[in-house]
């Protein structure tokens, strides 16, 4: 199995993260993934967790760890793993054709990958920086306001200071969208069990599909309540559904 050839600026960023370690991170890196073209898929995804839970995480890191999960016959891991490489990289096409063609050996509907809608917007808005194109629109839409009152003869500072404004709260759109959809999880274990409760006495009131993306609703120590694709609610173990706003723990 070929690995993808990390980009040189997150080669770079493992190098200067790499003070104090017994290895550098870049060179962990390609360890990783000698391991999982020698057989050893599960030595090459310790790696990548570790370095994915120091902070190093890229497009690179996770597409090839989706690819070593894939080795080990994980279809759940290997979607989560593209999945939290298309949130750090919103633009990486190359996650996104992974995505599609995991999903189809899956088995899996779109919308079982997307339950939050606004979540696409929010990619799209991290994409594009959008947050940082409201905040100059909103200064350029203050600054034509000023001289719109400054210059009450000018007609052309009062319509762009609208327009701006305008455009402005267009563009906070897709920030908005991210605080306001709730958090979401892969299910990466075939034939999870759904719980009545929190606890490792609860007992099972149904089975979660491997690869499905779930919706978090309520949050334990160990457990988050989730909603499947049918509506149907419950507790799940944090080992079988992980959360895509953070990276799984080593």
Do not use: K
């Not at 994915?52 to 080795?71: D, F, K, P, R, T």
């Not at 990466?188 to 609703?217: K, N, T």
């Amino acid at each position: 199995m070929s690995a993808r050839v990390p980009v040189w600026l997150f080669a770079l960023a493992l190098s200067a993260a790499s003070a104090g370690a017994q290895a550098p991170p870049v060179e962990r890196f390609r360890r990783a993934g000698e391991l999982v073209r020698s057989g050893d898929a599960l030595g090459g995804l310790a790696v990548y967790r570790e370095l994915a839970a120091a902070g190093l995480e890229s497009g690179s890191l996770y597409w090839n760890w989706a690819q070593a999960a894939s080795a080990r016959g994980e279809a759940g891991e290997a979607l989560w793993a593209v999945l939290r490489g298309r949130e750090v990289e919103p633009g990486d096409r190359s996650l996104a054709r992974e995505q599609e063609r995991l999903r189809e050996a899956a088995n899996l509907d779109p919308a079982e990958l997307a339950p939050e809608p606004l979540f696409a917007l929010a990619r799209l808005g991290r994409r594009f920086h959008l947050d940082w194109l409201a905040l100059g629109l909103a200064l350029a839409s203050l600054g034509a306001h000023a001289l719109a009152h400054r210059r009450p003869a000018l007609r052309w500072p009062a319509r762009a200071a609208w327009g701006a404004g305008a455009l402005a709260l267009l563009a906070a759109a897709g920030p908005l969208a991210g605080a306001t959809a709730r958090p979401t999880a892969v299910v990466v274990r075939r034939g999870a069990p759904l719980l009545d409760g929190a606890s490792g006495s609860a007992h099972s009131i149904g089975a979660l599909r491997q690869g499905e993306v779930v919706p978090i609703i309520e949050r334990s120590v160990d457990y988050l309540r989730v909603e499947d694709s049918s509506g149907a609610r419950g507790w799940a173990h944090r080992d079988d559904v992980w959360a895509l706003e953070r990276p799984a723990a080593p």
